[in-house]
């Protein structure tokens, strides 16, 4: 069967969709790239916005069109929205074959199979716990490796549709991690990123109380994977600020392979739209972990996800968080604004803040983000840095492209001896105020 599958939505979501083609080609069947080469469309879908369903729905019925040409045509729908809506979504777009909720992943093959043998309509949404182990093992063997480590959310922040589509949280166990870790690194991994919705709260159970300072499963794994022959770089995505104890910090700072970058969530700068957002911190508190993780590993670099407009944030509110996001001078940062999601607890609040205000707000803090990166990029001029290459440049054939420990990427001219998943010296020559470049100095 030839295959064509598309991605909306996170990292996690990504990682879903390599595995499932992975899974597919083991078994023989072609992944392909255009939608009229396929016999199945796949859509993977995420929930965690409005606007992301509107586009997936939107795409999804458009291809009603190819499907009147070619009626023998599978489409299936996977994902968050799949769960979130399971058989709704068969009534909505009566050209679809079935939908495929985020604890079923692993089933794809068996249910491409059984639409095409008995002609159903189904929705399979059952979650399962099987999906954490029958999601791995299945990759493509680039220098860039991937493994879900925990799945799934309790921390029910009061905006967030997640632990209604991804069910509540589960940890594979840490034999089961280091061993794909091990199988990733034989295929050819030579950086691997650890993915969770709370990755830091891997092994604790589901509680969501902070671990005592001196215990941290994500530490010990962190351990692990620190001194397996072959890794160069080990990142994670994303952590809770709650959740980096002492004995965190300590790993992160002495660990050799673990990149100095952390995407630290912040969400609001405000006090009292964190307690609204039920986000367990204070604006304080989570400055204070970062001034103490800046301490341990001194050129550590944050990113952070950052909404506006949630309900009842006044001007005062925004002040507040735009006076924190310039404090902790982020290197990156993602700026949603609010959309209320059925079945969270914010959606039983006024969504006030009117959209003209949201996109204020928004090009304010896009526009302090480009002034901060512009200032950090301008100031590098002249360093070298050690970057793990990652190939070709998409955009400059020319060129290709490596990435610091601190996520920053640098373009340089290749030698002949420049091959991905290797670290190479680059001294910046160049920059502008979006892109360093520079030249291979061994
Ligand atoms: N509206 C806007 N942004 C949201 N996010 C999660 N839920 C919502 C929502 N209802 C953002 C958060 C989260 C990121 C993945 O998406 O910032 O960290
Ligand atoms: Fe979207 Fe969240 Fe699902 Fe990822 S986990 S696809 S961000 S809803």
Known sequence: MKVYIKTYGCQMNERDSDAMAALLREKGHEIVSAEEEADALIFNTCSVREAAERKAKGKIGYMKKLKARKPELIIGVAGCMAQRLGDALLEELPHLDFVLGTGQLHTLLEQLEKVRAKHLRFAETEPSPDVLTGMSGHYSGTWHGEIAITRGCNRFCSYCIVPYVRGREISRSQEDVLAEARRLVDSGARELLLLGQNVAAYGL?????????????????????DRLPGLLRIRYTSPYVSYFNRRLIRTLAQAEK????????????????LAAMNRQYTRDSYLAKAAELRAAIPDLTFSTDVIVGFPGETDEDFRLTREVMNEMDYAQSFIFKYSPRPGAKSAQMADSVPEEVKEERN?????????????????????????LVEGISPR????????????????????????PGTLRKVKITQTNPVSLFGKLVD
Do not use: Y
């Open 396 to 419: 400059t054939p020319a060129r290709w492209t490596g990435r610091t420990g601190t996520n920053l990427m640098i373009h340089f001219e290749p030698d002949a001896a420049v091959r």
């Open 363 to 387: 090009q304010i803090l896009l526009a302090d983000l480009a002034a901060r990166v512009r200032k950090r990029l301008a100031a590098m001029n002249g360093e070298t840095v050690e970057v």
């Open 205 to 225: 159970g589901g509680d969501i109380r902070p671990p005592a300072d001196d215990h941290s499963p994500f530490a010990d794994l962190l351990d692990e994977l």
């Open 258 to 273: 673990v990149c100095h970058n952390i995407h630290l969530p912040l969400q609001s700068g405000s006090d009292r739209i």
